[in-house]
C-alpha cells in the first residue's frame, strides 16, 4: 500500500466527476486514510485505523449478542410484562420504546409454544440462525451485521436530517422503468433473484432526494438501491450527461448529482452480505492480488485432481468439466443405462425423445426409464445414504491451450473412486434442508439430497472446500469478505444443480435460476473454468466503479419489526417486495446461507408459501406490518416508490391492501410498456407484470388537521386538496398529452373512502355528494380534476400540445363497461342503434362470473337520451354542428337539429352528474338487496358494481354483518382481486372482531 499522498488526478480510485461534491470528498479521504493506516472517523468516535474501528464495534456487537443470549435465552414465555420487562432491560440492542415494546410481545405470545423467549423474539425480528461468532464473522460493524444492526439509530443520528416540517418539500410522482441497466457490469457483478438495476433506481432517487438525504429499502436484496445512491455522486460524465438531455427532453429540471445516503436490510444474511460487498469500499489492487494467489493456490493444491491423459497417450490435460450422468434401468431387461451415452445426440446437442435400450434394442423414453439408487456410508452422518446414481460420461480437458473431449479412461475412474474415498473438508456444509418445509423439497428428497453436502460431487466438495478455507483465511476482513462474496458465486455452478447445457458454449452457472433442480446431466466444473474469468471481470467492474466511502448501513432483520431507525426520519424509500409466490427466497438462499453457516430466518418471510402455511391473507398481514414501518420512519409528505413484479391480481390487490392500510396514499401506478418502452398508466388490475407504485405519506398538517374534520365534509376537501396537489399536473409524451388516471373523479372518490377507511372514519358522503361536491370546488379539463392553480399551467401546457390521448380500456366487467361508453358518448352522443354493435365487440374478455347488464340498462344507470323535446343538449349541440355543416349555427331547438339529435344518448355534464349517480345507486343497491337476501350460498353471477356500492352503504351504516355475510356468498378468487370489495371487507372483520 503507498505511504505517499497520492495524486488525485491519476489515482483510479479518485472518481469524483464534479468535484464539488462534499460527501465525496469526504469518502475519498476516508478511502485515503484508510489507505494509510490513519484515524478514522465513525459514527461520532475516532480510531486509529479501520483495523481499531472494527475492533471497536465488533466487540459491542459481541456483547450486545450474549447479553441477548444471557438474558432472554432458556426462558419460557409466561407474560407480556414479563416479556416487555425483559426486553426492556437489553442494554445493548436498540429495543424500540414502551408502546413497541408491547407489540412485539403481544405477537411473540403467539409462537409455537416450544420456544424459549430468545427464539421467540429472534422469529419476531428475523433474527437470522447462526452462532455469534459466524454472524460476527459475516459482519463489518457499525456498517454491515448479518442480524439486525444496533448502530442504525447512531447512523441515523450522524448523517440523517432532522424532520423540519417547515421545509419546503413538492415532488410529484416519478416512474423508473426497471428494465433499464441489465446489462451493466456492476448489476451483473453477482446475482441475486429477481435484481433491479441500479441504474433503474438512479433516476427515482435523483428525482425526490438531494445530496445527502437518507433513503431507506427495507428489501434490499443484493443492495442495488445502495448502489444507486452511490452512483447519484459517482456517475461518469457521459451518464450524467444524457440523462440531463433525457430530463430536459421530458420537461424535468437538471437533477442534483451527489452521494445520498442509505439504510439497506433484507432478511436474508447472504443479500445483505452480497449488499455490504456491493457497498463497502475495499482495496482493489489488495482484492486482485488475493483472489489471483486463491485461484493459484487452489490449482496448486489440487490441480491433480483435475488432471487427465490426452488422447496422444504421454500429454497431462487439465479438465475443464466432466460430465456426469445419471443411471437408470430399462424396464425391460434391467440393463443399467447412463442417460446421456443413449439420448443425447452429440452432433446436434439435444436430448433425443426416443432412443433404443443398448442391450435389449426396445425403444425407450425418459418417462419410461427406472432410476437407478445407490447406497453409500454418509461421510456426515454415518447412515446409510441411499441417492440416485450419477457416472462420469465425458471429459472436456484443455492442452496448451486448445480444447478436446474423451470418454473416462481407467485412471480417470480410479481418481473420482479414490477421492470419493477421503474425508469430507471440514468447510463443506453437513446441515439438514428443512425438505418438508420446502416447496423445492419434492424435487430434492426423492433423489436422496437432504443435506447441504449432498448437492457435491466429491471432487467439487474438496475443490469448493479448499477455495472457501484460504478465503476465509485472509488476515484483512474486507478482502476476506470481497473473496467470499467471489467464491460464494461459484457454489450453485460447482454442484449438482449445474445441468450440462450442451447447446451453450460453455458450462459455467449452467443451472435453473430460482429453483432448485438436479438435472440428469450435471457438468462438474473444475475451480479454474468456473472462477477464472470472473475474478478478471470483477477487478474490471470494480476498478471502473465501486463504492467509495460509507455511505450507507446494512442490516439483516424483518422489516415486519422495528428496524431501529427514529420515527420520521427517512427522506425517500425505494423498495422491491417479494411479489407473493413466485421466488421462495429463504429457500433458495439456503445452500448459499450454510457455507457461511449464518441462515435466515423464514418466520417473518413475506411470501406465499404453502409449505410453510403462509397463504395470501398471511402474506398481506406480513407486508402490511413492513408497510407501517415504513410509514413510521418515513418523514411526512415524502415518497415511496415500489416496483412489483404482478404474478397474480390476487397479489397485487393484497400489496395495495397493505400499503393504504398502513396509511400510504398511492398517487400513480404504472407498468411498462415495452412495446413502446414507456409508461403506461393502469387502469384495471388485469395486469401481469411489472408495476411501479408511488405513494406518498400524508403530510402532518392533514394527518393533524384530519384529526379535527374527520367525519365531516371539510375532512373529505381538506384530503382532496392536498391529494390533488400531490399528483402530476400535466404529462405529455412527443406533443401529445396523457389523461392523468388518479385525477379522474371516480379513482379520487375510491383513494378519498380509502383514506376515511383505513382511519377508522365514516365517509361522510356518497359518491352523488362528492361528485356533486367536486363539481362545484374544483375545475375540470379533460376529464381530470385539478386545483385551481393547477388549471392555469394545465391550460397553458394544453395550449401547445397536439392532441390528448385517452388511457386504453379493456372492457371486462361493468365498471370498465362505463368508462368505455363514457369515452364513446362524450366524443359522439349515439343512438342505442348505432352503439349496440360497438359494444358487443367489444365485451369478448367479460369476466365469467360478472353478470353482463343489458346495454339498454346501462345506459338508463349511467347517461341521458334526448328524447327530442326542448333544446337540444349542449354536447349533442357541440357535436353535430361541429360534424354537419348542414346543422352549423342553428339555435339549440331549431327542428332539423332536434330531429338530428333526437334519441342520442350523451354524458351528463357535471350539474346533472350527480343525480345520474343517485339514481345508479338506488338501482344497485335494490341489485345488492336481492343478493343479501338470497338463500344461495354462492352467487354464481353477480353485478361488482351492486356489491361495491352495497358494501359502501353498510359500512357507512355499520352494519359490518351484512358485508360479511355477502363476501361469504362471493368466490374467493372474485374478492381477493377486488381492491375495493377487500377494503370492506377487511375492516368490517376488524370492526365487527371477527379478524
Ligand atoms: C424481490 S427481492 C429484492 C431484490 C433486490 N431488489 C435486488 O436488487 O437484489 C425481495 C427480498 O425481500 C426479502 N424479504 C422477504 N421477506 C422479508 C422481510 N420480512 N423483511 C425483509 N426482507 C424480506 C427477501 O429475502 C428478498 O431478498
Known amino acids: 500500500m503507498a505511504d505517499s499522498k497520492p495524486d488525485k488526478r491519476n489515482n483510479r480510485l479518485f472518481r469524483n466527476t464534479s468535484g464539488q461534491d462534499e460527501l465525496f470528498e469526504k469518502s475519498y479521504e476516508e478511502e485515503m486514510e484508510v489507505r494509510r493506516g490513519q484515524p478514522v472517523e465513525c459514527l461520532g468516535l475516532t480510531f486509529e485505523n479501520e483495523d481499531a ?43 424500540g420504546d414502551e408502546a413497541r415494546l408491547r407489540g412485539v410481545a403481544e405477537r411473540m405470545r403467539h409462537a409455537d409454544k416450544s420456544k424459549d423467549l430468545l427464539q421467540r423474539w429472534k422469529d419476531e425480528v428475523g433474527f437470522p440462525h447462526g452462532e455469534i461468532e459466524d454472524i460476527l464473522n459475516l459482519s463489518d460493524p457499525p456498517w454491515h451485521t448479518a442480524c439486525p444492526n444496533p448502530f442504525l439509530d447512531a447512523f441515523v443520528e450522524a448523517h440523517g436530517k ?122 482493489l489492487d489488495a482484492f486482485a492480488e488475493a483472489g489471483r494467489t486463491l485461484l493459484a493456490e487452489v490449482e496448486n493444491e489440487l490441480g491433480r485432481m483435475y488432471e487427465t491423459l490426452h488422447i496422444d497417450g504421454k500429454t497431462k490435460g487439465r479438465i475443464d468439466y466432466t460430465v456426469w450422468s445419471e443411471v437408470f434401468s430399462c424396464p425391460e431387461c434391467a440393463s443399467e443405462i447412463e442417460f446421456l451415452n443413449e439420448a443425447l445426440d452429440r452432433t446436434s446437442g439435444r436430448v433425443r425423445d426416443t432412443f433404443p435400450c443398448p442391450n435389449c434394442d426396445v425403444e425407450l423414453d425418459k418417462d419410461k426409464l427406472e432410476r437407478v439408487f445407490e447406497s453409500d456410508v454418509d461421510a456426515a452422518t454415518g447412515d446409510v445414504w441411499k441417492h440416485v446414481a450419477f457416472r462420469p460420461s465425458f471429459i472436456r480437458y484443455t492442452v496448451d491451450g486448445d480444447t478436446f473431449e474423451k470418454q473416462p479412461d481407467a485412471d480417470d475412474r480410479e481418481l473420482v473412486r479414490r477421492i470419493a474415498g477421503l474425508p469430507l473438508p471440514a468447510e463443506i456444509p453437513t446441515n439438514r434442508l428443512p425438505v418438508e418445509n420446502m416447496s423445492h423439497g419434492s424435487r430434492l428428497a426423492p433423489k436422496g439430497v437432504n443435506f447441504a453436502h449432498h448437492f457435491f460431487l466429491p471432487r467439487a466438495a474438496h475443490a469448493l472446500a479448499a477455495l472457501w478455507r484460504r478465503a476465509n483465511a485472509h488476515a484483512n476482513l ?58 478478471s471481470r470483477l477487478i474490471k467492474t470494480f476498478d471502473r466503479a465501486r463504492a467509495q466511502g460509507t455511505s450507507g448501513c446494512i442490516a439483516t432483520a424483518s422489516t415486519t419489526a422495528s428496524l431501529g431507525i427514529p420515527d420520521n426520519s427517512v427522506d425517500y424509500i425505494f423498495t422491491d417486495p417479494p411479489f407473493g409466490e413466485n421466488i421462495y427466497y429463504a429457500d433458495l438462499n439456503f445452500l448459499v446461507e450454510s457455507w457461511h453457516r449464518v441462515l435466515t430466518n423464514a418466520v417473518p418471510e413475506a411470501i406465499v408459501d404453502r409449505f410453510k402455511n403462509k397463504g395470501l391473507p398471511e402474506y398481506q398481514r406480513l407486508m402490511q406490518r413492513c408497510f407501517e414501518e415504513y410509514q413510521r420512519v418515513l418523514k411526512p409528505g415524502r415518497w415511496i416508490t415500489v416496483v412489483f413484479h404482478n404474478s397474480r391480481n390476487a397479489v397485487w390487490t393484497a400489496i395495495q391492501e397493505a400499503m393504504l392500510a398502513a396509511g400510504f396514499v398511492v398517487a400513480d401506478v404504472r407498468t411498462m410498456d415495452k412495446r413502446q418502452g414507456s409508461y403506461r398508466q393502469i387502469t384495471s388490475t388485469a395486469v401481469k407484470q411489472d408495476l411501479v407504485i408511488s405513494a406518498y405519506k400524508p403530510n402532518d398538517g392533514l394527518d393533524a388537521r384530519f384529526a379535527l374534520t374527520k367525519g365531516t365534509e371539510e375532512g373529505v376537501w381538506d384530503f382532496l386538496r392536498t391529494h390533488l396537489g400531490q399528483l402530476p399536473v400535466f404529462v405529455a409524451r412527443d406533443g401529445r398529452v396523457e389523461v392523468v388516471n388518479e385525477r379522474q373523479p371516480h379513482l379520487l372518490f375510491d ?80 343512438s342505442f342503434q348505432d352503439i349496440h354493435p360497438q359494444f358487443i365487440r367489444e365485451i369478448a374478455g367479460w369476466q365469467k362470473h360478472e353478470k ?144
Open 53 to 95: 474501528r472494527r475492533a471497536h464495534f465488533s466487540g459491542e456487537l459481541r456483547e450486545g449478542l450474549q447479553e441477548l443470549h444471557s438474558k432472554l435465552g432458556g426462558i419460557p414465555y409466561t407474560s407480556d410484562d414479563d416479556a416487555v420487562a425483559r426486553m426492556a432491560a437489553i442494554e445493548h440492542w436498540p429495543m
Open 162 to 283: 432532522p424532520y423540519d416540517p417547515d421545509e419546503p418539500y413538492r415532488r410529484k410522482p416519478f416512474a423508473v422503468d426497471v428494465s433499464v441497466g441489465k446489462t451493466h457490469a456492476i448489476y451483473r457483478a453477482h446475482g441475486y433473484h429477481t435484481k433491479v438495476p441500479h441504474l433503474a433506481i438512479v433516476p427515482s432517487i435523483l428525482h425526490y432526494t438531494e445530496p445527502g438525504d437518507l433513503v431507506l429499502d427495507g428489501f434490499a436484496g443484493s443492495g442495488m438501491t445502495g448502489v444507486a445512491a452511490q452512483w447519484c455522486g459517482t456517475a461518469p460524465a457521459s451518464y450524467r450527461k444524457s440523462l440531463e438531455a433525457q430530463w430536459s427532453g421530458e420537461g424535468f429540471g437538471k437533477p442534483n448529482w451527489g452521494l445520498r445516503r442509505t439504510i439497506q436490510n433484507d432478511l436474508s444474511p447472504i443479500a445483505s452480505f452480497i449488499a455490504a460487498n456491493y457497498s463497502l469500499p475495499f482495496d
Open 478 to 535: 474486507r478482502i476476506r469478505h470481497m473473496l467470499l462474496y467471489f467464491v460464494e458465486q461459484a457454489i450453485w455452478g460447482m454442484s449438482i444443480l449445474a445441468r450440462y447445457a450442451p447447446t451453450h458454449y460453455s458450462q459455467v452457472n449452467q443451472h435453473l435460476s430460482g429453483v432448485y433442480y438436479v438435472g440428469s446431466q450435471i457438468s462438474e466444473v473444475s475451480p479454474r473454468y468456473n472462477l477464472g474469468n470472473k475474478l
Open 751 to 830: 383513494r378519498m373512502v380509502a383514506f376515511h377507511v383505513l382511519r377508522n372514519v365514516t365517509v361522510p358522503l356518497s359518491i352523488g355528494e362528492f361528485l356533486s361536491g367536486l363539481n362545484q370546488r374544483f375545475p375540470e379539463r379533460d376529464g381530470m380534476i385539478f386545483l385551481p392553480d393547477q388549471v392555469a399551467e394545465y391550460d397553458k401546457k394544453r395550449l401547445a400540445a397536439e392532441e390528448v390521448v385517452q388511457l386504453e380500456i379493456f372492457v371486462v366487467d361493468e365498471s370498465s363497461a362505463i368508462q368505455w361508453l363514457k369515452r364513446q358518448l362524450s366524443r359522439k352522443p349515439q
Open 852 to 995: 353482463l347488464p343489458e346495454l339498454s340498462e346501462m345506459l338508463e344507470q349511467n347517461f341521458l337520451c334526448y328524447t327530442g323535446a326542448g333544446d337540444v343538449p349542449s354536447q349533442i349541440h357541440a357535436y353535430l354542428s361541429t360534424n354537419f355543416k348542414e346543422l352549423r349555427g342553428l339555435p339549440k331547438d331549431h327542428a332539423a337539429l332536434r330531429a338530428k339529435a333526437k334519441d342520442r344518448w350523451y354524458v351528463p355534464d357535471p350539474n346533472k352528474a350527480a343525480d345520474v349517480e343517485m339514481r345508479r345507486t338506488r338501482a344497485l343497491l335494490r341489485e345488492f338487496e336481492e343478493y343479501r337476501q338470497s338463500p344461495q350460498k354462492r352467487l354464481k353471477l353477480f353485478r361488482l358494481e351492486a356489491v361495491r356500492a352495497g358494501f359502501f352503504k353498510a359500512y357507512r351504516d355499520q352494519d359490518y354483518g351484512t358485508i360479511i355475510s355477502v363476501a361469504e356468498k362471493i368466490p374467493d378468487a372474485v374478492l381477493q382481486e377486488d381492491q375495493k370489495l377487500m377494503l370492506w371487507y377487511d375492516q368490517a372483520l376488524t370492526r365487527s372482531g371477527a379478524a
